[in-house]
């Protein structure tokens, strides 16, 4: 049975459902070009998630990355923050 990532710390001050930490239940690693984004990342002026939660990597996207393992992130956490544009996943690592 496989786990699901946590996601360890978020920075994004500006996502929806970053209140002190990710409050999203799951979330989906995105791709663009040669980064790997947060695709969850909500920029609106109202809180979402839920209260108390501990936030996963539910799919990811980046089937090059050295955790994905049938779109599923095999790391043990991943870092969220902002990417000069767009909320990304630091925690990608392309595989070699």
Not at 55 to 66: E, L, N, S, Y
Not at 68 to 74: A, K, V
Not at 76 to 95: K, L, Q
Request: proline letters at 2%; hydrophobic letters at 35%; glycine letters at 10%.
């Amino acid at each position: 049975m496989s786990t699901m990532a946590d996601v360890g710390t978020c920075s994004v001050e500006s996502c929806s459902f970053n209140h002190d930490g990710c409050t999203a239940d799951a979330i989906t690693v995105g791709s663009a070009g040669d980064h790997a984004t947060c695709a969850t990342f909500i920029s609106l002026g109202v809180s979402g998630g839920l209260p108390t939660v501990r936030a996963h990597v539910g799919a990811c996207q980046r089937a090059d990355c050295t955790h994905n393992h049938d779109l599923m992130c095999h790391a043990d956490s991943v870092t969220i923050a902002w990417g000069g544009d767009e909320a990304d996943c630091m925690t990608y690592a392309p595989s070699m």
